[in-house]
């Protein structure tokens, strides 16, 4: 995940986010892959500071995409905040879809909280 911060300290939101996400994933043995989304129900800053993001969209991460290793293949993931509209949007369509039109204007898929 890249976020964008002004503060001279990095964001500890994104930390506690993904925390979250990886107990998820621990606790139901499902794992996370290209395409998925998950809805926060909230802001996905916790509040601070204030978004409209309010969920998360996984695609393949546009700078380090897939490789093969000696051990098989290994997919880089990114998460991408989106707002509810996006999400919906991802719904009737697809995430692919949407996640294109984010790539046109925000090539590294960098979350800003105050979009």
């Known amino acids: ?3 964008h911060s002004d503060d ?3 964001p500890m939101w994104p930390v506690h986010l993904l925390a979250k996400l990886g107990e998820y994933v621990y606790s139901t043995d499902v794992p996370l892959g ?3 989304r998950v809805d926060a129900g909230a802001a996905i800053t916790g509040g601070t500071p204030p978004s409209r993001l309010t969920a998360l969209a996984f695609t393949v991460d ?3 995409g897939e490789i093969e290793t000696p051990n098989g293949a290994l997919t880089f993931l990114t ?3 989106i707002t509810a509209a996006e999400l919906e949007r991802m ?3 697809s ?3 949407v996640v294109g039109g ?3 204007v925000n090539p590294d898929l960098v979350t800003e909280p105050p979009r």
Request: charged share 20%; with cysteine; aromatic share 4%.
């Open 79 to 81: 998460a991408c905040g």
């Open 102 to 104: 984010l790539l046109r």
């Open 62 to 64: 546009p700078r380090f």
């Open 8 to 10: 001279s300290e990095p």
């Open 91 to 93: 719904k009737a369509t």
């Open 34 to 36: 290209p395409g998925h």
């Open 1 to 3: 995940m890249r976020v």
């Open 95 to 97: 995430t692919a879809a």
